[in-house]
């Protein structure tokens, strides 16, 4: 059973992959905002996770399947579109349950799919271990107002937690000129249960601990989270105080903490170049940038017809 969960992951994760190539290649076209990328790599993800989906005319799993792959049905209804599992070991003669073409392949599954959960859930117990110790950091800090608290062993504001989350800022913050700035990305990042989709993330990397893009769709993905954030900021600041929130930035150290938002968390320079290039989108382009989230999405989540 172990064996069989871990050759369809393992196709899950090959195709994650695929899919996940195509959206970095995308994240290089800079005029498409990073709000919008960070909804495009939804789809790597789910990749990993669902297993199964639609048939589509004009997928790239249908490009694909020209070449190689295999389209497992499994299940066809008379009005609900079929069910299928897209097949890119294809190294089995049957899937329910699985029959190997060579008995050694299913002797490697069998003995790589203990390997994979053992690992597996060594990550996830680490990650479990670290969250807790990132969480009592925040024990001492002193309520400022709002969800807002203070604390005197941070050196960059964060929010922490998923669920009831807290803004939490050095106490010699207080009375810094840049603090509404700090606050309006921190609240952002709360809006937008960015924390929520950081542990989804590295839930889905820790899956799928053995293939290595998994790992930088993830680094590319947190970076795109904080810049996403910024750019949601900016939508409502005016050019000086877009330039103000810009000097707020390289006002403090970065802090890279793996579970929460930190305001200086990202690259800084990239983040500045972002930030002084910022157009607002507008009513138009939301439209456009809506039609093209939809049109990749069904390139990139259907599978072969």
Known sequence: MLS???YWLFNMSLVASITGIVVL????????????????????????WIPVGIGGKYSLMTI??????????????????????????????????????????????????????????AIIMTFVFIYSMTMKEIKGSEH???????????????????FRPKIVIPKTMIENDYLQ??????????????????????????????????????KCFITDLEIACDESVLQKCCLK???EYALALVSFAECRTI??????????????ERILSFR????ASAIVFAVLIAAISYFLLTNAS
């Open 4 to 6: 069989e969960v871990f």
């Open 25 to 48: 290649l995308i994240r290089l076209i800079r005029i498409i905002p990073r709000r919008v990328i960070t909804v495009i790599w939804a789809i790597p993800f789910l990749r990993m």
């Open 64 to 121: 694909i399947s020209k070449f190689t792959t295999k389209t497992v049905t499994v299940y066809e209804g008379e009005i609900i579109p079929a069910f299928t599992f897209t097949n890119e070991v294809m190294a089995a003669d049957s899937y329910f349950p699985i029959t190997y073409k060579v008995n050694f392949v299913g002797d490697v599954f069998r003995v790589s799919s203990v390997i994979w959960i053992v690992i597996a859930l």
């Open 144 to 162: 400022f107002r709002d969800n807002v608290f203070v604390s005197n062993s941070l050196t960059s504001p964060s929010v922490y937690g998923v």
């Open 181 to 218: 700035y700090v606050l309006l990305h921190e609240q952002k990042h709360v809006s937008r249960l960015d924390n929520l989709w950081r542990i989804i993330g590295f839930a889905s990397a820790a899956v799928h601990w053995f293939n290595p893009l998994s790992w930088i769709f993830l």
């Open 241 to 243: 105080e877009q330039k």
């Open 259 to 272: 579970f929460i938002s930190a305001f200086g968390g990202a690259k800084i320079r990239t983040r500045i």
């Open 280 to 283: 607002k989108m507008t009513a």
